[in-house]
């Protein structure tokens, strides 16, 4: 791939990744649980690549091409949004209580941020309308691969900053627990935000 092209996309991608949403606030909520901040990251790289190969493929094209997907994507990230920002925000000083549970609610970290970004549908028209502008068809490599390559580089700034962002959290602030306790809430109130305009920008669309 031409040098341009991948640092023109890195430019847009670190500026996007660096914009804070529920992924943010879920690797904050992560940050101030110790160690869930690894399967937290890790969790949503996996949802973005998922996303990476689906576009690649050429599915993506087709889900959004198709009446109606669109809507039950935002219904049930958005729902899932609502309740994991709920639970956040009643229980934001919760902590694991023993190894075993320690290892069960890893791999629940791990699974949540798969949700976070995998279900997320902006994640998605993002990645099926951004993606593909910087590919070229006369390229040495496929488009599917370029879209690959694309597609980790923007989760190599997603793992930087969201990584940043936990450690920050957790150095910052579990020597302040108020302030940890406020942090987490803000966490879920703004998980629950996210939710709530992607419910305002789907029934709009619906009204238009």
Request: charged residues 10%.
């Given at each position: ?86 639970r956040t925000f ?38 099926v309308a951004l ?66 305009i992607l419910f ?9």
């Amino acid at each position: 791939m031409e040098a341009s092209l991948l640092t023109a996309f890195w430019i847009v991608s670190i500026s996007l990744v660096m914009v804070p949403g529920a992924d943010w606030a879920y690797v904050i909520s992560a940050g101030l649980r110790g160690g869930a901040v690894a399967p937290a990251v890790g969790g949503m790289l996996a949802g973005y690549l998922a996303i990476t190969l689906i576009v690649a493929a050429g599915v993506g094209t087709l889900v959004m091409s198709v009446p109606g997907v669109l809507p039950v994507l935002t219904a049930v990230g958005g729902a899932y949004l609502v309740w994991l920002g709920i639970r956040t925000f009643m229980r934001p000083s919760e902590l694991p209580a023993g190894r075993a549970q320690d290892e069960r609610s890893r791999w629940r970290w791990t699974l949540r941020g798969f949700a976070i970004s995998g279900l997320n549908p902006k994640a998605i028209l993002l990645f099926v309308a951004l993606l593909p502008q910087f590919t070229r068809r006369d390229a040495l490599w496929p488009v599917s691969t370029q879209i690959v390559a694309l597609g980790l580089l923007h989760m190599i700034n997603c793992a930087s900053v969201y990584s940043v962002v936990g450690v920050g959290s957790k150095a910052i602030l579990t020597t302040r627990p108020t302030a940890a306790r406020r942090v987490s809430q803000l966490s879920g109130a703004t998980m629950i935000v996210v939710a709530v305009i992607l419910f305002a920008e789907q029934a709009f669309a619906f009204m238009r």
